[in-house]
């Protein structure tokens, strides 16, 4: 694995200063520059205010503003009362942290052993099951037989099928692997010699030698389980098991009332959505993701993903 | 592996040549290597054992599906099943080729590729120059945060703040409407549907795409810079000569592997909007392939179109590969 210097360090820890031979820009240039960036970051967080914003404002707010809400006026929770109060929303929240914890758990566990399998250079047969993991890459089994192999296991509409076929990612796999052979042998075979078996090498000399990238990719796992929308909308027929990328994707972006969303669920359709309430489910979806995201983000700033897939 | 085999192959050669094994303790060759396996497999069982659960969940969904795609050679049913199915030679895929829904997914989804190519693939690219141009570490490293994020989101998330944004009740419109313009029509213009999946997906993952090239940029050599300054290059000819051929062996991959993929250009982003745009413009090979088959059930004609846009996929990774090959850059796998 090439280990890429961190992308935003190439001044290291010099001073913001511009070098004697490059010349200053122009007054012209530099307001450009900082429009332009300015306008960047504005395109990413500007969405994300206003939907945090409306989903904290009281519905005469909503009103008031004629739809989405830009500038604070009043506060008001009730649109999480509404959804975290038991029903669709709520079940879909816990149906998603469930298959992410249990998804994580299940794909970070298969991928560490599957890695340290196949990190020895000599080892038994390594080399046509690495072959196996590569050439997933290659070529994809096709949406038709996959949906025909899990109906054929007896998996549709369970959780499982929600975890199972995309456990395992190969890219995954590989960038694990590479670390793991970086790892000096020479600390692994005097264990050896010392008669530790592979899986306490594993838990007890590599395990902690490479925490930080086992905790990106158990994170890159989480990220993925909790975003999966293709495995559900494709095995998934019952709305009560569905997670929450399904439950946004009907009720908030097709805005489709759904039977049992709301306490106050007496018609037989469900309560139509109101934008406040969209807006809430909204920042549920993403919490989770802002959450994790200062932690990932410290790390794949340090190239433990790039240049790992040449391995 | 490597050096275990040839270091027991060597003495085992020079003892066939003299002959056959002889009455000293050394077995044939072949029998050496056997025992020499033996031996390997009685050393590594627990690495074979720890490899093996993600094995069988590759086997199990990816290689037995993979085996699965006979159905496009049969007339599938699925009470009779792959097994019973009969074989009916290239039927589904005469059909597949007859039909205009499957041309008109094929041309969507090729058109679709070739305009993000020309506006999408550059952006990366530019924003990483304007990135790796600010004089600021530490703004340099907020704006990385930010345009990271947006690669974390889910598709159905980004297209439903797409919606709240652009949208016919969205931000925009309700300031048109306020202004006392006419509002204009976005998410359900099948004529810039393009042009809005593009926008999507910049918005999307051009900040993550930049992260690559900024690790290029970061190893370039500044001297480089100092040196081309004296002899006399302006700030543009220093980003021509010096910066663009330091970028170039990444540009060329990602070429090849977007060229590769030509065939796809996502599901999940033109599912959620079929919709609300319509079949004609935003359908594309891969939810052709859902409509046809799980939706309506005709599976051996879906798992037809699913193979060809799979094994043209497979040519064209190969093929673009080769060219990258004969340019002289090392390409996506290298024949080493």
Do not use: C
Request: glycine residues 8%; charged residues 15%.
């Amino acid at each position: 694995m090439t280990v890429v210097a961190e992308p935003g360090a190439r001044r290291g820890h010099r001073h913001a200063a511009r070098a004697a031979w490059e010349e200053e820009p122009g007054p012209l240039g530099k307001a450009a520059k900082a429009v332009l960036v300015t306008a960047i970051v504005l395109a990413v967080l500007f969405p994300l205010y206003v939907v945090v914003l409306t989903s904290l404002s009281p519905q005469e707010a909503i009103t008031r503003a004629g739809g989405l809400v830009l500038v604070p006026d009043g506060f008001s929770l009730a649109a999480y009362q509404e959804i975290l109060s038991g029903g669709v929303v709520t079940r879909s929240v816990l149906v998603s942290t469930g298959v992410t914890l249990v998804g994580t758990l299940f794909s970070t566990t298969l991928t560490i052993l599957a890695a340290y399998g196949l990190s020895r250079r000599d080892s038994y047969a390594h080399r046509p099951l690495l072959f196996l993991v590569l050439l997933t890459f290659l070529f994809g089994p096709g949406l038709i037989p996959t949906y025909l192999t899990v109906q054929a296991f007896g998996l549709l509409d369970s959780y499982a099928s929600l975890i199972l076929p995309t456990a395992v990612a190969a890219f995954n796999l590989i960038v694990l692997r590479s670390f793991f052979m970086n790892i000096p042998q020479e600390i692994m075979d005097s264990a050896r010699i010392d008669g530790a078996s592979e899986f306490r090498i594993l838990g007890t000399i590599v395990l902690p030698l490479s925490k930080a990238v086992t905790a990106v990719i158990a994170l890159f796992y989480g990220v993925g389980y909790w975003n999966a929308f293709f495995n559900a909308f494709l095995f998934l027929d019952d709305n009560r098991k569905w997670p929450l990328q399904l439950i946004l994707r009907t009720y908030v972006l097709e805005g489709i009332p759904i039977p049992g969303a709301g306490p106050t669920d007496t018609v037989a359709g469900g309560p139509v959505p109101t934008l406040a309430v969209k807006m809430a489910v909204v920042v549920i979806a993403v919490l989770p993701v802002l959450l994790v995201y200062p932690f990932v983000q410290k790390h794949f700033t340090k190239g433990v993903i790039i240049g790992a897939v040449k391995g | 592996m490597d050096t275990d085999t040839t270091a027991t192959r060597a003495p085992g050669a020079e003892a066939e040549r003299s002959g056959a094994p002889g009455p000293g303790p050394s077995p044939s060759p072949r029998e050496r290597r056997r025992v020499d396996r033996r031996r390997r497999l009685r050393r590594d069982w627990p690495l074979l054992l720890m490899t093996a659960p993600a094995i069988l969940v590759l086997g199990a969904f990816h290689y037995l599906p993979l085996l699965g795609n006979v159905i496009a050679f049969q007339d599938y049913s699925p009470f009779v099943g792959i097994l019973n199915s009969p074989f009916v030679g290239f039927d589904n895929f005469q059909r597949l080729f007859g039909d205009p829904a499957f041309w008109n997914a094929t041309l969507n989804t090729l058109y679709i590729t070739a305009f993000q190519l020309l506006f999408y693939f550059p952006v990366p690219i530019l924003l990483a120059l304007l990135v790796n141009s600010l004089l600021s570490a530490r703004v340099r490293l907020f704006i990385q945060s930010v345009v990271y994020l947006p690669h974390f989101f889910s598709w159905v998330l980004v297209i439903t703040l797409f919606q709240q944004m652009l949208g016919g009740a969205g931000a925009l419109n309700s300031f048109l409407r306020q202004q006392g313009l006419t509002p204009i029509d976005v998410m359900t213009n099948p004529d810039t549907f393009v042009l809005l999946v593009t926008a999507e997906g910049i918005w999307k993952d051009a900040g993550w795409g930049m992260i690559i090239f900024l690790a290029a940029l970061s190893t370039v050599n500044q001297n480089l810079y100092e040196a081309a300054a004296v002899d006399g290059a302006g700030r543009w000819r220093r980003m021509w000569h010096v910066t663009l051929p330091a970028l170039v062996p990444v540009i060329v991959l990602l070429l090849i592997m977007r060229l590769g993929d030509a065939l796809s250009v996502g599901f999940e982003q033109f599912l959620l909007q079929r919709g609300a745009v319509g079949a004609d413009a935003s359908e594309v090979l891969d939810t052709y392939v859902y409509y046809e088959g799980v939706v309506n059930g005709d599976f051996a004609y879906a798992g037809a179109a699913g193979l060809f846009k799979g094994v043209v996929g497979l040519l064209l990774v190969l093929g673009a590969n080769k060219v990258a090959h004969l340019l002289g850059e090392e390409g996506v796998y290298s024949r080493r």
